[in-house]
Each structure stands twice: as structure tokens, then as C-alpha cells.
């Protein structure tokens, strides 16, 4: 699938060592799904993370290492599962997470037709989906850390770029930022933060009790 | 600030610390010392011994493979904060998975020392940090056979080439790589640009996908 808007180095250096939050590896993994130059990409930052495997230095393994590893083999059940292919509007590492169709999500409404469902991950970061009518801006909100925003459906359009199926819209904290769902189709987005979303006041007020679920 | 903040993980972050890291292994003590025999000086092609797992279970092929590997990987994690304990089973398991997940080994798309580096560092984040991995849906390899040997020959080289450029790149830099892959970069640091010469290694992976893609279609 083409995509336009990709990953920065940091992001794909950072999922490639292993030292994101699961918030952002749950945005990332879902965009791989849907964009080749990106999987081509990530496969490069494997490589090199291969590189420093191979020259790593050695530690002795005990004598009997291989044996044990070789009995751990033909005792266990083997892992055979095939490899699914990616359909439907959520990418497969998504639907471990929130099952496979929009009829399964527990949404929370945020007015306008607006709606967000969070999703439970490890701490150090948050990830939601969020589903906002076509012709609707996206509610206002600062935000502290970084947003990382993955489109699943719709044309989710910003500071003059569209973004469509598959492509990335990183936004730092102090970035101006004015999202909103293009005419046409639902736009339907998982959006990952470092740090909680900062609804401006009186929207913040109303809906922190929905937002600390 | 315009880059991307990122959580810094520092080896205890990320183990959990020593405490954890030690009781982890405490019922299998490392037993003996003595190193296994090297493989042979003049290295095998490793993702071709892969391939001879995958495809025939070949015990030999699998036993130059952990010769090879598991000990890196063992050092690999105990860079990475590891005791040498828990990196010894975490290696093993490592070596399990390979063998367990063989069948999803794509030559065209990684080398053997990439692929296990994958399955190293999932295993590093589901034992030591105890979170979930997301990963991309694995595309299914392999088109027909002769595409595939020569597309893993052509990866091959260039997987090369990106380790000697890697060793190549100012002292620095060579450094924020590695310490990046140990899981030790403070957000500035993993915010720096690296300079990692990737060109040419991936139009030749994005290339695969893309008769991957079509074969599929």
C-alpha cells in the first residue's frame, strides 16, 4: 500500500532497539501493516540492530546449552501458526488489542458525534482510537508530550496536509495543530501520547472523568 | 522542541533491575564453564543454515547456528543490563523460537543475525520489561524459489555493506547506535541524527516486498 507520510528516524530507531512504550509500538506496528516503505525502512533499522548483535561480544554459554535447548525443542509445541494478511479498517496488531470490527469498541462520546475509545496498554505512554464524523474538527486539546496519529480511515487533514489510509502525522507538544475529518468518509484514527491530553479547560473539566477510564 | 520525546530507558528501566534479573534464573545455575567449541574459521553462510532449519529440521545446521549466536545473544543482553544467569536462559529461548518460528524466516527481507536480533530484542521487552511486543502482520515469503535465492544473495551483500558502513561511521555516532540497541539512549541522545547509511539496502528490501506483493495479488 503507498503511503506519503512516514515515521521519523527517532521513531523507527527507537522500535527497532526496543525502548519504545507499547503505546507508540501499538501505532507504529499498525502503520507497517499498511505501508511498505516504511516496512522496507524498519527492516533497515533491523539490520542494523543484526549488526550489533554480530559484533557483540560473546559470554560462554554452559556445556550443556545446546542440549538443553535442543530437548526445550522436541518437548514444547511447536509454534506453526500462518501468517494472516491485513484486512478490515484495523491492522492485525491493532485487533489483538481491540478485536477485529467497529461494532466490538466501547466508545465514549465527546460530543458532536465525536468519539474515543482508550486502549490498555503498559505505562509510559497512551494510545486511543478515535472516530470523528466527516466534515468535524477534531475536539481541541494541548498537549504535553508527542502525538503520534495513524489514520485507519477517512482523510484526516491538518495545517494544510492530508493524510490519508495509512499515513503518520507526528505532532510535537508545542506544534499548532487544527485536525480536522475531511467530507466524505468518517475519519476513523490511533493516536499515541507520551504524556495525558490536555483538553482546553472547560472541555478538559467535563471530560476527565471519561478520560481517566 | 520538535523531536519526538521519548521515555529514556536505562538498563534497570528496562530489566526491572539486577533483583529481578537475578531470582528470574535462580532455579537453573549455570553449570560448568567451559566455552563451546568455536564453529569452523571460515564462516558458514548463516541464513542459508537458517533456510536448512526451516525447510529439512536439520539439528547440525541449527547447532553452528546456536554455536554462533547464543553466545552473542547472552552478551547482547547483558549489555543490555542482563545478569549473565537470565541472559543464559533468555539466549536459549531465543534459540527456541528460532528453531519454533523458522517457517516465517523471509531471506529476501532479513539476514539470519537480523532475524534473531528481532526475536532477542521481543523476547528482551516480554521477559525483562514485561510488556507486549506489537509487531507487523509477517507477509508470506517466497514467491518461487530462484526469485527468492537471489534476492536473499542481493541482502545479503547489502546487509554486509551496512555493517562495514556502520563501522565505519565517526566514533560518536558508532556509539549512540549500539547503546541505542542496548536500550540505554537518553531522549536526546536517540534524537540525534545518526547518520546510518540505509539507501541502498533498502530499495533492495522494498524491492522484494514489492514481488511479494504483486506474487500475492
Same mark, same amino acid.
Given at each position: ?13 527507537? %522500535? ?28 533497515? %533499522? ?109 482523510? %484526516? ?5 492530508? %493524510? ?50 | ?44 553462510? +548463516? ?51 528460532? +528453531? ?14 537480523? +532475524? ?24 508470506? +515469503? ?76
Amino acid at each position: 500500500m503507498k503511503t506519503t507520510h512516514h515515521l521519523n528516524e527517532q521513531l523507527q530507531m527507537g %522500535y527497532a532497539a526496543g525502548v519504545l512504550p507499547e503505546a507508540f509500538n501499538l501505532v507504529i506496528a499498525s502503520h507497517l501493516c499498511l505501508s511498505d516503505e516504511s516496512r522496507a525502512t524498519q527492516c533497515c %533499522y533491523d539490520a542494523v540492530g543484526g549488526a550489533v548483535l554480530d559484533k557483540c561480544e560473546k559470554e560462554r554459554m554452559s556445556v550443556d546449552a545446546l542440549s538443553a535447548t535442543l530437548h526445550q525443542i522436541k518437548t514444547c509445541a511447536c509454534d506453526t501458526s500462518a501468517p494472516k494478511i491485513c484486512t478490515g479498517v484495523f491492522p492485525e496488531p491493532l485487533q489483538g488489542y481491540i478485536g477485529e470490527n467497529l461494532e466490538s469498541i466501547h466508545w465514549h462520546s465527546m460530543g458532536k458525534g465525536v468519539r474515543q475509545a482508550n486502549i490498555p496498554t503498559a505505562k509510559g505512554a497512551c494510545v486511543r482510537l478515535l472516530f470523528v464524523p466527516a466534515g468535524q474538527a477534531v475536539p481541541d486539546h494541548g498537549r504535553q508530550g508527542t502525538e503520534v496519529t495513524l489514520v485507519l480511515q477517512g482523510i %484526516y487533514a491538518d495545517m494544510g496536509e492530508r %493524510y490519508s489510509r495509512g499515513d503518520i502525522k507526528i505532532t510535537a507538544p508545542d506544534a499548532p495543530s487544527q485536525p480536522v475529518a475531511e467530507n466524505g468518509q468518517d475519519c476513523i484514527c490511533l493516536s499515541a501520547t507520551d504524556a495525558p491530553l490536555k483538553f482546553h479547560r472547560w472541555l478538559h473539566r467535563f471530560l476527565h472523568p471519561l478520560l481517566k477510564r | 522542541m520538535t523531536s519526538v520525546s521519548i521515555h529514556a530507558t536505562k538498563p534497570d528501566a528496562i530489566l526491572g533491575g539486577l533483583g529481578y534479573a537475578r531470582t528470574y534464573h535462580s532455579s537453573h545455575a549455570l553449570k560448568g564453564a567451559e566455552a563451546l567449541p568455536e564453529p569452523d574459521p571460515t564462516e558458514p553462510n +548463516w541464513t542459508d543454515l537458517v533456510i536448512r532449519v526451516r525447510d529439512e529440521q536439520d539439528e547440525a545446521a541449527f547447532a553452528l547456528l546456536f554455536n554462533h549466536f547464543a553466545p552473542r545473544i547472552k552478551g547482547f543482553l547483558m549489555k543490555s543490563g542482563a545478569d549473565a544467569a537470565a541472559a543464559e536462559e533468555c539466549a536459549q529461548d531465543v534459540m527456541v523460537t528460532l +528453531w519454533q518460528k523458522a517457517a516465517q524466516f523471509d531471506p529476501t527481507r532479513a539476514s539470519a543475525a537480523t +532475524w534473531i536480533f528481532t526475536i532477542a530484542r521481543n523476547r528482551r521487552i516480554d521477559v525483562f520489561r514485561r510488556q507486549n511486543r506489537p509487531e507487523p502482520t509477517d507477509l508470506p +515469503w517466497g514467491p518461487e524459489p530462484e526469485a527468492e535465492a537471489a534476492d536473499a544473495l542481493a541482502l545479503q551483500q547489502e546487509t554486509r555493506k551496512l555493517s562495514a558502513a556502520l563501522d565505519a561511521l565517526p566514533a560518536k555516532q558508532k556509539d549512540i547506535v549500539k547503546r541505542a540497541f542496548y536500550g540505554e539512549l537518553s531522549h536526546a541522545e536517540l534524537a540525534e541524527e545518526t547518520g546510518l547509511p540505509l539507501g541502498t539496502i533498502k530499495s533492495r528490501i522494498r524491492l522484494a516486498l514489492e514481488r511479494l506483493r504483486r506474487a500475492m495479488s
